[in-house]
């Protein structure tokens, strides 16, 4: 069953503590007709993974849900969110690369600050080599972690999930919860925590369906 979550509902573990960012979420939330449904399950820790990302507005949208309920997480983010502004690649000079995706601006030392604080972990896409291990390394060293994840990868389309989150599922032994991002409803949707099996195409077949239909910013999900 799906209910409406607030900050009393989240496991205290994982509870932020932000007075003042948590009610500015939710009066940001309330503005913008959007609400958070379901429940945070009560785990030490856990693998959120969130479903369809099309848009640069979805980065906008988790995070005032995060401060509305007040919860301290970790994420994933491309090098380039870290410190530079997110401008047409053709503004950029240089399509090949992913990490230098937009263009460096005098502050772009205190986005840095910023984004880390959120609890931003930068990710070199152009070398991805090793990025699991290093990161399950550093998940383990955590007493109390909640990582959220993009499993498409990208905001595009994609026929599959990409396969790291489910291999750090696996080598830590974490569930993982799969979020929707709704836009039809505006909303996001928290289903059932989900232990993987161990067999991978089942598994991945299996959570992709949880996202059919769901429509996003720029596209619906399919499977």
Same mark, same amino acid.
């Given at each position: 069953?799906?209910?409406?979550?607030?900050?009393?509902?989240?496991?205290?573990?994982?509870?932020?503590?932000?007075?003042? *960012?948590?009610? +500015?979420? =939710?009066?940001?939330?309330?503005?913008? %007709?959007?609400?958070?449904?379901?429940?945070?399950?009560?785990?030490?820790?856990?693998?959120?993974?969130?479903?369809?990302?099309?848009?640069?507005?979805?980065?906008?949208?988790? +995070? *005032?849900?995060? #401060?509305?309920?007040?919860?301290?997480?970790?994420?994933?983010?491309?090098?380039?969110?870290?410190?530079?502004?997110?401008?047409?690649?053709?503004? %950029?000079?240089?399509? &090949? %690369?992913? &990490?230098?995706?937009?263009?460096? #601006?005098?502050?772009? #030392?205190?986005?840095?600050?910023?984004?880390? =604080?959120?609890?931003?972990?930068?990710?070199?896409?152009?070398?991805?080599?090793?990025?699991?291990?290093?990161?399950?390394?550093?998940?383990?060293?955590?007493?109390?972690?909640? +990582?959220?994840?993009?499993?498409?990868?990208?905001?595009?389309?994609?026929?599959?999930?990409?396969?790291?989150?489910?291999?750090?599922?696996?080598?830590? &032994? *974490?569930?993982?919860?799969?979020?929707?991002? &709704?836009?039809? %409803?505006?909303?996001?949707? *928290?289903?059932?925590?989900?232990?993987?099996?161990?067999?991978?195409?089942?598994?991945?077949?299996?959570?992709?369906?949880?996202?059919?239909?769901?429509?996003?910013?720029?596209?619906?999900?399919?499977?």
């Amino acid at each position: 069953m799906i209910m409406s979550v607030s900050s009393s509902a989240v496991p205290p573990v994982h509870r932020a503590h932000r007075w003042f *960012l948590s009610r +500015l979420g =939710r009066f940001l939330l309330y503005v913008s %007709n959007w609400r958070v449904n379901g429940v945070v399950p009560q785990f030490d820790k856990l693998i959120v993974i969130g479903a369809p990302h099309s848009s640069l507005l979805d980065a906008y949208y988790v +995070l *005032l849900a995060v #401060w509305a309920i007040d919860i301290k997480v970790k994420f994933l983010g491309a090098v380039w969110i870290f410190s530079r502004l997110p401008i047409l690649d053709r503004l %950029n000079g240089n399509t &090949d %690369n992913p &990490d230098i995706y937009g263009i460096r #601006w005098p502050l772009g #030392w205190l986005q840095k600050i910023i984004v880390k =604080r959120l609890g931003g972990i930068p990710v070199y896409r152009y070398s991805p080599q090793g990025t699991v291990d290093q990161l399950a390394k550093s998940i383990d060293q955590f007493n109390h972690v909640i +990582l959220m994840l993009a499993p498409e990868g990208g905001m595009e389309a994609t026929e599959r999930f990409k396969s790291g989150f489910y291999v750090l599922s696996q080598k830590l &032994d *974490l569930p993982i919860l799969p979020i929707q991002f &709704d836009y039809g %409803n505006r909303c996001f949707n *928290l289903l059932e925590p989900f232990h993987p099996s161990g067999d991978m195409v089942k598994d991945m077949k299996e959570l992709r369906e949880q996202f059919d239909g769901v429509k996003g910013q720029n596209r619906t999900f399919r499977t």
